[in-house]
């Protein structure tokens, strides 16, 4: 190997260790990180026939955690891009491993919610050709806006009122479905700028 190209791989990895002594190993990201150790615990409970009553908490509480770590990142000044794009790489985790649990549970129980779950995922379905687009492109497929973040916390909402089975959840999905909606066109519009 060239001594040039040693160099480069040494500064390269040195940056790494850096970044991630700085700006990972902080308060906002151990939250971010525990909210994903929540999503698997709250699947798992989803599984093992806990009531929709103590999901529905767990969940909340891990909904309750992408709040969290926003806060103690603003409050303690630990604010990072790698801790922005985690957060974000966490919540489309946290809605589509759910989604797709609750999919696979409803089928199971011949449950009729199958339909809301995909009005809630609606931004995530026509967000998901900009989120590509957005690759190839070699964009920056993380950016952060208000109507996301609104979004994420709407589609928490109507989800875990969707696990405690309320008889009214028809507004709240198509609250959701709607939001979903703009702002996944949002996304997909600027994807293609």
């Known amino acids: ?34 909210r994903i150790i929540l999503v698997f615990f709250v699947v798992y409970m989803i599984f093992s026939d806990y009531s929709r009553l103590s999901i529905a908490i767990v969940f909340g509480f891990t909904a309750f955690t992408d709040w969290l770590d926003g806060y103690f990142a603003r409050k303690l000044k630990q604010t990072s891009s790698m801790g922005a794009r985690l957060d974000q790489v966490t919540d489309r985790l946290f809605t589509g491993v759910i989604l797709i649990a609750l999919l696979i549970f409803f089928i199971r129980t011949d449950a009729g919610e199958i339909l809301f779950l995909f009005i809630i995922a ?72």
Do not use: C, H
């Open 122 to 193: 609606s931004r995530e379905i026509i967000g998901l050709p900009g989120f590509l687009i957005r690759i190839v492109r070699n964009k920056d497929p993380y950016t952060v806006k208000y109507i996301g973040k609104l979004t994420t916390f709407i589609q928490s909402v109507t989800i875990a009122l969707l696990i405690l089975g309320v008889s009214w959840i028809i507004y709240p999905v198509i609250i959701t479905g709607l939001i979903g909606i703009v702002s996944g066109v949002d996304y997909l519009r600027d994807s293609l700028k």
């Open 1 to 34: 190997m060239k001594p040039k190209i040693k160099k480069k791989i040494k500064e390269i990895k040195k940056e790494i260790k850096q970044e991630i002594k700085e700006d990972f190993l902080n308060v906002p990201n151990i939250i971010t990180l525990i």
